[in-house]
């Protein structure tokens, strides 16, 4: 029977829960949408203590059909804040995407007009790829990651046949990875990593094995800023085909149009617009880096003692919101002329202003991301998950960003200390990084190009479109 030319092609994307996994994807889907009207998109989306759904961002995309996943037979366990927390409330909704897909097909798709293509899982959703397998689709990945990070993941049954003992205990052992030049330092891996026997390692083993089956893996990152590791994955025929189809970023601010947000944001850009150029050092640590109130202290001082202006989004682990008791007394009256603290922060729009010149960053792929597209360097503080690697990347292997000394925390007492802050956040301001600056200005022309029409990343999404319709 002769194929229907308007024949239409769905895609379920199934991304893990919070900011940082749903907006990326979400605009991803976007993007597909703008570059094809054969394609529909639905997203099923996890109400988790650590994800909330963004309704205002979701709303704002009428284009996209989202699936809130529910449990009418029981409540979700309850969940423990750690990857394998994380994995097995994942794991949880299973029954509940297979119920979601199975219903989206009966009532929606039709096998003439609209057939189901493919699976758009995420490094932390694969047991969603049993589903794929049952319905006969392929399921691809949208890793929300670097392509360096993604060589770990591909890595990781290699990992777990070769590293016998506990990294824990030899944290200077250098490890092969591929998707890296160097090799990497034990305690550059992710801390899941360094004991074997642990529900965490067994989840990013398991995650990792999965990503290695799928038919394709497409990565928010572009071939001018990573095409050693893209390189590489291409070259080895047992890892799925890579496509980088990035940077996808939410430079509309889609997910920041929260109405409670709306003041301090205004204030946030006002106080910005009166600051010099590149005069401003921001920092901001992601959608959960906290600190305890030592090193908010330290930080406090290093601030004050380098002299800089500064915009510093802080939160607490102990979850307090009061900045005014999390900072030392009398910080903010004294820096009052010359910073600003506060809490969440419209962090693309900041980036995107000309007075910031420096990004104090924990090294999130996504606000790596923004910085490169704005060209603002990075002073790299990674915290937790795969950050180390994201600033082992960026420092030794791409000379885009500055290290901070003393990051790398071994006990929980381990702190970064006020001298390293004001040395860090002054290398960067007065100049002696020079080198660093032009590469990062570099990246930012090529991150623009990879998106122009027969750029790099657009030629990537273009082929993946093909893919997808084809079944391939
Ligand atoms: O006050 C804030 C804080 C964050 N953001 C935004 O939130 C996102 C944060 O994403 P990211 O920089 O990737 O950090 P995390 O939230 O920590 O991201 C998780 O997911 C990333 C992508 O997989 C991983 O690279 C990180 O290690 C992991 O912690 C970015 O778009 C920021 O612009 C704001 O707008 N305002």
Redesign the pocket.
């Known amino acids: 029977m002769k194929e229907s030319t308007t024949k239409k092609y769905e895609l379920v994307f199934i991304p893990s829960p919070?900011?940082?996994?749903l907006?990326p994807t979400v605009e991803f889907a976007k993007t597909l949408l703008d570059t094809d009207h054969r394609l529909s998109v639905t997203v099923l989306t996890m109400n988790v203590p650590y994800g909330p759904i963004l309704s205002s961002y979701t709303d704002s995309l009428p284009e996209i059909r989202f699936i809130e996943l529910i449990q009418p037979d029981s409540p979700p366990p309850e969940m423990k804040i750690s990857l394998s927390g994380l994995c097995e409330l994942i794991d949880y909704y299973k029954p509940h995407s297979r119920r979601a897909i199975t219903q989206l097909i009966a009532t929606e798709l039709d096998p003439n007009s609209i057939s189901l293509a493919a699976l758009v899982l995420d490094m932390f959703t694969m047991p969603m790829a049993d589903i794929g397998g049952e319905l006969g689709v392929p399921s691809y990945v949208y890793y929300?990651?670097a392509a360096a990070a993604l060589g770990l993941f591909l890595h990781m049954p290699v990992f777990d046949s070769t590293i016998e003992t506990d990294l824990e205990n030899e944290l200077t052992r250098e490890l092969e990875i591929p998707g890296f030049k160097n090799s990497v330092p034990a305690i550059a891996v992710p801390s899941v990593l360094w004991t074997k026997n642990s529900d965490d390692y067994a989840w990013y083993l398991y995650n990792g094995r999965r990503v290695g089956e799928t038919k394709g893996v497409i990565i928010n990152s572009f071939y001018d800023l990573e095409a050693y590791a893209i390189d590489s994955f291409r070259s080895n025929s047992s890892y799925p085909y890579v496509y980088s189809v990035g940077p996808v970023l939410?430079l509309a601010g889609r997910?920041?149009s929260d109405k409670s947000h709306t003041q301090q944001n205004e204030n946030i850009m006002k106080w910005l617009d009166k600051q010099p150029a590149r005069s401003v050092v921001f920092l901001?640590f992601?959608?959960?880096?906290t600190f305890d109130v030592d090193q908010v202290k330290e930080i406090a001082n290093g601030l004050e003692r380098s002299g800089q202006r500064f915009l510093w989004?802080v939160r607490a682990k102990d979850g307090s919101t009061r900045l005014d008791e999390l900072v030392p007394e009398g910080f903010v009256e004294r820096t009052a002329e010359r910073g600003m603290v506060c809490g969440?922060?419209?962090?693309?729009a900041i980036l995107g202003h000309g007075s910031v010149g420096c990004f104090v960053s924990?090294c999130?792929?996504?606000?790596?991301l923004?910085s490169v597209w704005f060209g603002v360097p990075i002073l790299t503080w990674p915290l937790?998950?795969?950050?180390h690697l994201?600033a082992f990347l960026l420092v030794k292997e791409l000379g885009l960003s500055v290290e901070l000394k003393g990051y790398y925390r071994v006990s929980e007492d381990d702190l970064v200390t006020a001298e390293e802050v004001e040395r860090g956040v002054r290398r960067v301001m007065e100049g002696e990084c020079e080198e660093v600056r032009k590469r990062v200005e570099e990246l930012k022309e090529k991150s623009r190009s990879a998106l122009k029409e027969g750029g790099c990343s657009v030629r990537s999404v273009k082929r993946l479109i093909e893919d997808l319709i084809q079944g391939k």
């Open positions: 919070g900011i940082s996994h907006v929300t990651s939410d997910a920041n901001c992601g959608s959960r880096g989004s969440w922060v419209p962090q693309v924990h999130g792929w996504n606000s790596i923004e937790y998950a795969e950050q994201n």
